[in-house]
């Protein structure tokens, strides 16, 4: 990494944006100059780069010339307005919003299971959804030494994965309900739909909107790209995606299904050397992972691994990962500097 | 029910002990006279029951003399010492621990789902766990049309199912937390043990201790019970129990694998006309079951019905009910009800 580039980080200000910006720091890629982006509503602030005051820039298409690799969050629609323009102003866009993912032009990457896909982009390369990093870090040693045939899995998502206006109405109502009172949930669980419900103390069993299968796009976003990052059309996925009333740290209660019959103590074999994944399992110490434990923690732990009592190929796992770290800033940051480091650049 | 009975409820001053002497004045159990029972700590205050307070006796063998009905819920090692005592005084004892169970003279009762099975007691009843129960409910109808062959389920289970003194511990750590302090926990997730995690905004993928197989006793208890309630030895249950921070109201992402082919339209027939059952599951209008909704409800609720994407005879179910109610004080008095409209007693 000698070179030093020009990186934009386009929606600077949000969640995602912010720890793109501190794991580019705290992993010292090679910025030479930082430009963040975002809506002209939040042009002129200012975000923090190594100690200095960065002022924000209108993410428009003059904005690009001369960026190197540009890291969108601003969601969907900014990414489908812009990334085009970037990537033809010679900037590689790692896209963190929906708009490419299903794109078979585009690589959808997580470095650990697919890295060498990111290679292969023709300006544009997508960042998985946050559910589906996780568990295809946790699943793709399995499924190098096993195979897998089928996957269900139950979410327990954090709140920070709907935004930091989410997070602010969690802590509202929260507080709220502790000295009895209530308000009208006005964000969750997707703020562009007329109902919304409360997440104070609850559970809700709807992240995105629904598809006409009785799925949400959540959980078909879990199907559909664990297929295209495992390159395996034939892997049955099936999702049940729910918001939880945690800041961060997505959880997942994994089962799987392999096709070669396997020994408990060669997963655990493959999991302990496996790229990103941490093995937390010790029952008799209740050692486990949990949310509040992996906050600010880049890898993705694995726990409350068990064969299953009936199946001969059963598996269960379970997995935590921060969502804006793994699931999001860091394994964007990852993937430029796999770009950085495997000449990946245009 | 024209015959007034004597009713004792041992372990009156705790959660479950006032849900179920609530329930005993909401349902008008023919209560002739109401014997509330506890330690020798919490003899001598006192309950309201139909308006009018009753001092709470010590739960010891002779007070069982001329009692009809004793609804136990005070643990394990309390039910074991206690239960013959009362059984022997001419009492049927519906105990809600775990406790006799998996005792083969003992029926283990969900009224909707085995009622008939209560009458063959010998003196004393067993309520099923709080996550079996719902369950079981919401699965009967599918197993007598289309049978079962396995089932996967992830839950979602409120603090109160762990007593009074976890939820003063959520409610005070959540406060806490909010005003950015930070307190050890010293309850949850087992009290007895000696690692304590924190459930504010977080997760606890423990409930109960751990057995060799990897799997806690909370979901040998869904395995178990699961297949004794259905007199189906050969059904297959996959659980991870998850504590979650809710207070009230246990939640279940089931998948189920049927024996018979099934569409999906039968399957709302029949949950529709099912016992104790309500279908809340409108995607369109973001209508599902939740916790915060269910509190007080005595039904168990289901929603989120759809095909699995890839299984042929796949279903998957959300399941949501309130754990004191349905899932403990409820039922119990539902067996009461049912053993003197059946002639169960002695």
Same mark, same amino acid.
């Given at each position: 990494?000698?070179?030093?580039?020009?990186?934009?980080?386009?929606?600077?200000?949000?969640?995602?944006?912010?720890?793109?910006?501190?794991?580019?720091?705290?992993?010292?890629?090679?910025?030479?100059?930082?430009?963040?982006?975002?809506?002209?509503?939040?042009?002129?602030?200012?975000?923090?780069?190594?100690?200095?005051?960065?002022?924000?820039?209108?993410?428009?298409?003059?904005?690009?010339?001369?960026?190197?690799?540009?890291?969108?969050?601003?969601?969907?629609?900014?990414?489908?307005?812009?990334?085009?323009?970037?990537?033809?102003?010679?900037?590689?866009?790692?896209? @963190?919003?929906?708009?490419?993912?299903?794109?078979?032009?585009?690589?959808?990457?997580?470095?650990?299971?697919?890295?060498?896909?990111?290679?292969?982009?023709?300006?544009?390369?997508?960042?998985?959804?946050?559910?589906?990093?996780?568990?295809?870090?946790?699943?793709?040693?399995?499924?190098?030494?096993?195979?897998?045939?089928?996957?269900?899995?139950?979410?327990?998502?954090?709140? *920070?994965?709907?935004?930091?206006?989410?997070?602010?109405?969690?802590?509202?109502?929260?507080?709220?309900?502790?000295?009895?009172?209530?308000?009208?949930?006005?964000?969750?669980?997707?703020?562009?739909?007329?109902?919304?419900?409360?997440?104070?103390? @609850?559970?809700?069993?709807?992240?995105?909107?629904?598809?006409?299968?009785?799925?949400?796009?959540?959980?078909?976003?879990?199907?559909?790209?664990?297929?295209?990052?495992?390159?395996?059309?034939?892997?049955?996925?099936?999702?049940?995606?729910?918001?939880?009333?945690?800041?961060?740290?997505? *959880?997942?209660?994994?089962?799987?299904?392999?096709?070669?019959?396997?020994?408990?103590?060669?997963?655990?074999?493959?999991?302990?050397?496996?790229?990103?994944?941490?093995?937390?399992?010790?029952?008799?110490?209740?050692?486990?992972?949990?949310?509040?434990?992996?906050?600010?923690?880049?890898?993705?732990?694995?726990?409350?691994?068990?064969?299953?009592?009936?199946?001969?190929?059963?598996? @269960?796992?379970?997995?935590?990962?921060? @969502?804006?770290?793994?699931?999001?800033?860091?394994?964007?940051?990852?993937?430029?500097?796999?770009?950085?480091?495997?000449?990946?650049?245009?």
């Amino acid at each position: 990494m000698t070179e030093e580039l020009t990186v934009a980080v386009v929606g600077a200000t949000g969640a995602v944006g912010r720890k793109m910006i501190e794991t580019l720091e705290a992993r010292r890629f090679p910025v030479k100059t930082l430009v963040p982006m975002a809506s002209s509503r939040s042009a002129g602030k200012s975000v923090t780069f190594r100690g200095e005051n960065v002022t924000v820039v209108e993410a428009q298409p003059e904005a690009f010339k001369g960026v190197d690799i540009a890291l969108f969050s601003a969601g969907a629609k900014t990414s489908r307005a812009l990334s085009p323009e970037a990537a033809r102003r010679g900037a590689v866009v790692i896209d @963190n919003s929906s708009a490419f993912r299903m794109d078979p032009e585009v690589p959808l990457v997580v470095p650990e299971v697919n890295g060498r896909a990111a290679l292969g982009h023709h300006g544009i390369i997508a960042n998985p959804n946050c559910s589906t990093i996780q568990m295809v870090v946790a699943l793709k040693p399995i499924y190098d030494r096993f195979g897998i045939e089928r996957i269900i899995v139950s979410t327990y998502q954090a709140v *920070s994965g709907a935004g930091a206006r989410a997070v602010e109405e969690l802590m509202t109502l929260t507080r709220l309900q502790l000295s009895g009172e209530k308000r009208p949930a006005e964000i969750l669980p997707v703020s562009s739909l007329p109902v919304h419900h409360s997440i104070a103390f @609850n559970v809700l069993p709807q992240i995105d909107v629904f598809e006409d299968n009785g799925f949400t796009k959540e959980e078909m976003k879990m199907v559909n790209e664990t297929r295209k990052i495992l390159d395996d059309p034939e892997i049955l996925v099936t999702p049940t995606c729910v918001r939880v009333p945690v800041v961060t740290g997505h *959880s997942e209660a994994v089962y799987v299904e392999t096709k070669e019959p396997f020994e408990l103590e060669d997963v655990y074999g493959v999991l302990e050397h496996a790229p990103g994944v941490v093995v937390l399992d010790d029952p008799a110490s209740q050692k486990y992972p949990m949310p509040a434990d992996t906050e600010g923690r880049p890898e993705v732990f694995v726990g409350r691994i068990r064969k299953d009592l009936g199946h001969p190929r059963g598996l @269960n796992l379970w997995v935590v990962s921060d @969502n804006l770290l793994k699931g999001a800033a860091y394994n964007a940051v990852q993937i430029a500097e796999l770009l950085v480091e495997q000449g990946g650049l245009r």
